[in-house]
């Protein structure tokens, strides 16, 4: 496979690795700030330089003697960057000038053998230039003064980055399969599921709640189908949004939400549903995903039926009730491999498409059973319902008077629906439209 060059960048924490990731990549996907060790994961997105498409990897700050929490996790997660990319940028703080430790990880990049450039940050204007002079002494020929935050000579570094590629090979197309985001609080295993998934620590898993800050996209393939498992972080309690990291943890899990297709909901079996649970799994019903509830560390509880857990969830959010449940242990793998056969059905569901002729023929069922009822003089007539959109579902009731469907007759018409159509897992959407009038149809919600 002719696959797109990866460029990493490389460096010591806090000299703007993930600004010129942000940058490059022209979107915020790293958390930039100013504490240590706010990147942990290794980060990937796809980029450009002028029609040059690459892939562009973001790691952790390097530092070995760092006091800062999971400082040996990040270290390797940075290491396997390193190993895997084609081209590296290594880069420093011009106005902190030379350390010892831009020393030793000049040092260590130098080993690899790998085109190397360096990339002297926080120089906004020419003539700022000199003060890349006394980078010289880490020993990389290719210097060159940027600005992550004003976008000066970013082209420049990417050019000198990729001096030795051909800019005129095409790559083969990357094929990306079923989005799947990984959702829930923080620390009930999202890492550790997808670090058994992938037989690899390709994210850092530690004890310590809140170990993931940004969200990382991984590709699995299994039996010829591919997915992108979105890995995010866990959105806390907001009395516990003490600081802009975690408020933006919690943005990344929505975008995270927004951007995938199936959403896969852990929960801690020890803890139960929680209000932040139940938060989640209403975001996911609102943006319209699919949705697979993992039961987590199942292992640890003993004289508990699976049943009487399932009824509890359940009858805490609705929605839940039509969503398949998986009972895991993710340190373990216990009932892990039957993870992607339900993410096939929901995905099935979420792109399925009911002819007209077919919801006519259920509806007409549906109200020869149970007639609307008579209010003032007035029965509700639906002329025929249609389906107008897929993934997620989306459906329309063309009526006579839209003030005749009552609450409880739209709720006896989606329950005879889901009883005869399924739709596991997915959320359904439904919308009345007055048939002589030209107007936008009012949505009747998903329940």
Known sequence: MNRKPKLALVGRPNVGKSALFNRIAGKRLAIVDEAEGITRDRLYSQAELFGFEFELIDTGGIDPRSKALFHEEIKKQAEIAIEEADTLVMVVDSQLGVTALDLEVAKTLKKTNKPLCLAVNKIDTPSKADEIYPFYQLGIEKVLAVSAE???????????????????????EVETGIKTAVVGRPNVGKSSLINFLLKEERLCVSEIAGTTRD?????????????????????????AEHDVVDKFAAIRTTRGI??????????????????????????????GKGCILLINKWDLIKGVQMERCMRAIREEVPFLEHCPTIFISALSGRNVEKIFDKIKTVYESYNRRISTHQLNKFLSDAMQRTPPPMIMGKRLRIYYMAQVDTAPPKFVYFINYPDLLTGAYKRYLYNQFRKHYGFEGVPLFFYIKKKDKREKPTALGTA
């Open 150 to 172: 004003h976008g000066y000579q970013i082209a420049e570094l990417l050019e000198a980055a990729f001096e030795k590629f051909d800019k005129n090979q095409t790559f083969d």
């Open 215 to 239: 969200s990382v996209d991984v590709i699995l393939k299994q039996n010829d189908q591919e997915f992108t498992f979105i890995d995010t972080a866990g959105i806390r309690r907001k009395k």
């Open 258 to 287: 927004e951007r995938s297709e199936i959403c896969l909901l852990m929960i801690d079996a020890q803890e139960g549903i929680t209000k932040e649970d139940k938060k989640i799994a209403n975001t996911i019903e609102e943006k």
